[in-house]
Nanobody, 128 residues
């Protein structure tokens, strides 16, 4: 059974840092493009970052550029989202998603419709 599990969400003060993890079970993440998305209360889900299967294609939402870093460790079957200089507007449930295929080898997208598999999400709250 293909399963993605996010972890690392927490309550953090503005300016703080968190590292989110997206772990796969039942399959190898190595052949998948991975996206991170978030959804705040009353707002639509938005793409935050993504990384291709080969790790060479990476994209970020403009508002997180320079603060968030996506990385993958295929040996640990995990993708990470390092989030620094967190702001209250980063508060949301964060989801990871996976897409397999030849496109995913060299490409990724911060568009939700691209992805077939989704995790259940982890809550990130940035507040003083």
């Amino acid at each position: 059974q293909v399963q993605l599990v996010e972890s690392g969400g927490d309550l953090v003060q503005p300016g703080g840092s968190l590292r989110l993890s997206c772990a796969a079970s039942g399959f190898s993440l190595a052949g998948y493009a991975i996206g991170w998305f978030r959804q705040a209360p009353g707002k639509e889900r938005e793409g935050v970052s993504c990384v291709s299967s080969n790790g060479y294609s990476i994209h970020y939402l403009d508002s997180v550029k320079g603060r968030f870093t996506i990385s993958r460790d295929n040996a640990k079957n995990t993708v990470y989202l390092q989030m620094n200089s967190l702001k209250p507007e980063d508060t949301a449930v964060y989801y990871c998603a996976a897409q397999f295929g030849s496109w995913a080898l060299r490409n990724c997208a911060v568009t939700a419709t691209v992805y077939d598999y989704w995790g259940q999400g982890t809550q990130v709250t940035v507040s003083s």
